[in-house]
């Protein structure tokens, strides 16, 4: 290698490590009941095919506004006006704003291949180009019958008419606005807003965690990692009242609570992006991509009436829509009412005198279609005689004959997880699912769409299960006083409070901040992992306002109760092993 190339590599690795460096700076203040914080962040990302060739695929700026107003305390409105029946109630708000501004720099990289590699016929017999090679060396169909070749441009987000590019780099959201109403004569929290509800272990498999479906246009799954990011940040908040009633002790199961919600018609299916954006799904949008999209294919060809009037298929007959007004991925064959989209969801929660934690859950709502499933979005009319008919009806007013679906799901699902302080000092955790109704392409049914073909659609069901374990382990060749730990890191909900009042569950007060994720960390010897603490005596009732939004807090450990520690014996080495670890009273 030359000692130019070495030198251009050498810089492409520095700016790919500079400018992949999540950036960002915070403040808040506080006056009295009331703190208002914000912060902003940076995000630039790099993609490079070779050593000698980069292009920044995302210059994300990110604002945040948070604002916490305790403004009913002790059953006093601004400490003044009392109100019956309430004991306090807490506001919360936050704003997020994005610019991306690679929607104004249009960087002309495109990915080499699309999802579906080389499966494009070429210009010889028996040779096959990925969808870039078959735009831009044979080319897309045209109204004189011949082929217009594309350009690279027209590939890549250039492409894009500039009301496209100004609609994908900015995102304007309210992401949380809820007010937390907490009586005094009965255990009852009532939370009401626009929120988001974590169920579950919410690990990556977010079995559980479907109350909110997910935008995946920002990085797709990659915007998973915290602190920076997380599940919280993509998550479509939606407007929800969720209520959580303690029940105390409920024969030998201690903490139990019922916690439910009711979504009164405010739900989205899971939110996707096509190419050319950089992220978000591989491939160009099936329906109107002019490659191969299937409202440029077929019966929509050689019946519609509808003529395409720009672009390089211009005057070519074409298809505009689904069938029913629905729109793929976006909107299903229902209004956004109660009576036609709500979803419900409730769970139970206890804990055993053994010291296993679990909840039993029940959720019945529509398929949103973010959990890695390979179903169904759209649906066919069935072949036979009358739909044939209706088909050809309905492609001459351009309407591709099928429509997007998100039918109602039933799902009964289980959670639990035990710390085994005694043998193995790990924490176990379970999550498992069973759908009922799920949609899935039956290729033994036939529908009215032959070109591009789509096979018909069945309701299955489908279970889906999880097993985990975190421990901390020592590991002296790569650090002698520290142990490595996997864990999750799981913030408390509430604050910390000067006065004695108890408070509301909240959501993370930090912006930002990294909930429900795995990660590597390096704890003290002497510091006790955050899952390895006892757990409340199972005769302790449940504190009020001591409940998480997936689980409850842990007490402060009682006298008396053992501890796992580590034991150092004068006579041996002071780097303890596995077996000095033991149970110790104090």
């Known amino acids: 290698m030359s000692h130019h190339r070495l030198r251009l590599l050498c810089s492409a690795a520095l700016v790919i490590a500079v400018a992949t460096v999540p950036r960002h700076a915070a403040a808040t203040q506080k006056w009295g009941p009331i703190q208002l914080s914000g912060n902003l962040q940076t995000q630039n990302l790099v993609r490079h095919p070779d050593y000698a060739h980069y292009e920044f695929i995302q210059n994300r700026n990110t604002a945040r506004i948070q604002l916490d107003y305790d403004w009913l305390q002790g059953g006093l409105f601004y400490n003044k006006y009392n109100i019956p029946f309430i ?4 506001l919360f708000l936050v704003y997020r704003g994005v610019y991306d501004s690679i929607y104004d720099t249009t960087p002309g ?4 291949e699309d999802i579906h590699g080389r499966a494009y016929p070429g210009l010889k017999t028996g040779q096959f180009l990925d969808v870039f090679d078959r735009a831009t060396k044979v080319g897309v169909p045209n109204a004189t019958g011949g082929f217009t070749k ?10 894009l008419t500039h009301g496209e590019r100004d609609a994908l780099k900015f995102d304007n959201q309210l992401r949380e ?4 109403v907490k009586f005094r004569t009965i255990p009852l929290t009532i939370r009401a807003g626009r929120q988001q509800i974590v169920w579950g272990e919410a690990d990556n498999f977010r079995m559980l965690d479907r109350a909110n479906t997910l935008d995946l246009t920002w990085h797709f799954v990659q915007e998973i990692p915290a602190p920076p990011f997380g599940w919280d940040q993509i998550r479509r908040p939606m407007w929800m009242f969720k209520f959580l009633y303690d029940l105390g002790d409920v024969w030998k199961l201690s903490q139990s609570f019922l916690e439910w919600y009711w979504n009164p018609g405010d739900w989205f299916p899971a939110k996707q992006a096509f190419l050319p954006r950089p992220w978000g799904l591989r491939f160009y949008d099936p329906l109107t991509n002019v ?6 294919d077929g019966s929509c060809v050689a019946l519609s009436r509808v003529k395409q009037t720009s672009g390089p298929r211009k005057g070519e007959a074409r298809c505009v829509a689904l069938m029913n007004g629905t729109k793929l991925f976006e909107k299903g064959h229902y209004a956004r009412n109660p009576m036609e989209n709500s979803q419900v969801g409730i769970r139970y929660h206890a804990m055993s005198p053994f010291g296993l934690e679990f909840t039993l859950n029940y959720f019945y709502q529509r398929w949103g279609g973010d959990d890695g499933t390979n179903y169904a979005p759209i649906q066919g009319l069935p072949k036979n005689d009358v739909n044939n008919g209706r088909a050809v009806k309905l492609y001459t007013q351009g309407i591709f004959p099928a429509e997007f679906i998100a039918p109602y799901v039933h799902t009964l699902g289980l959670s639990a997880n035990y710390s085994d302080e005694a043998y193995t000092q790990t924490v176990f955790r379970a999550e498992t699912v069973y759908d009922v109704g799920i949609p899935f392409f039956d290729l033994g049914k036939i529908t009215v769409i032959d070109v591009p073909a789509v096979p018909g659609v069945t309701k299955k069901n489908m279970w889906k299960g999880m097993i985990g374990f975190d421990r901390p382990t020592w590991i002296k060749t790569v650090n002698k006083t520290r142990v490595v730990s996997r864990r999750r890191a799981r913030p408390s909900l509430e604050r910390s409070h000067s006065d004695q009042h108890a408070r509301l569950p909240r959501q993370d007060p930090g912006l930002g901040s990294p909930r429900h994720l ?3 960390q390096l704890l003290p010897r002497r510091q006790h992992h955050p899952h390895l603490r006892l757990r409340r005596r199972p005769h302790q009732p449940v ?3 001591a409940v998480l939004d997936d689980r409850l807090r842990r007490p402060r450990r009682l006298r008396g109760e ?5 034991l150092r014996r004068a006579a041996r080495s002071s780097h303890a092993d596995l077996r000095d670890v033991g149970p110790r009273w104090s």
């Not at 004991?87 to 807490?90: D, K, R, T, V």
């Not at 990289?109 to 080499?112: N, S």
């Not at 606005?177 to 937390?180: G, I, L, T």
């Not at 053992?562 to 580590?566: G, H, N």
């Open 562 to 566: 053992r501890r796992t520690t580590v």
């Open 150 to 159: 594309l350009t690279h441009d027209q590939m890549s987000i250039s492409g």
């Open 518 to 520: 795995r990660r590597d």
């Open 87 to 90: 004991e306090s109630s807490h």
């Open 109 to 112: 990289f495109i990915e080499k």
């Open 177 to 180: 606005a809820y007010a937390d």
């Open 543 to 545: 504190q009020h306002g």
């Open 291 to 296: 490659v191969d999209g299937a409202f440029f």
